[in-house]
């Protein structure tokens, strides 16, 4: 089955710098869209961004445009979201999704906190 493990978080000042990664496994991964989201205590879900199957065009947030990069290593399964100039408003559980080419998000992994603190 679809396995997504996320990696990279921890502790950072404002603005400092982390790379999160997604692995994936079981599933061929230059067929499927990934996203990421994240989720703040007491808030819902909200998306962050994505990266196309084909093309590998990106979509971000508007709170995150500028900030956040998202890419893809095809040949390692992983995508890579590097997120600059943090702010204590991105302190959230940051979750990897895949969706098949264009359609919904139906896998998840289990999340990375990260935590944007002085």
């Known amino acids: 089955q679809v396995q997504l493990v996320e990696s990279g978080g921890g502790l950072v000042q404002p603005g400092g710098s982390l790379q999160l990664s997604c692995a994936a496994s079981?599933?061929?991964?230059?067929?499927?869209?990934m996203g990421w989201f994240r989720q703040a205590p007491g808030s819902v879900r909200e998306f962050v961004a994505r990266?196309?199957?084909?093309?590998?065009?990106?979509y971000y947030a508007d709170s995150v445009k500028g900030r956040f990069t998202l890419s893809r290593d095809n040949a390692k399964n992983t995508v890579y979201l590097q997120m600059n100039s943090l702010k204590p408003a991105d302190t959230a559980v940051y979750y990897c999704?895949?969706?098949?080419?264009?359609?919904?998000?139906?896998?998840w992994g289990q999340g990375t906190q990260v935590t944007v603190s002085s």
């Open positions: 079981g599933l061929t991964f230059s067929s499927y869209t």
């Open positions: 990266i196309r199957w084909i093309g590998g065009t990106t």
């Open positions: 999704a895949a969706a098949f080419r264009d359609g919904g998000y139906d896998s």
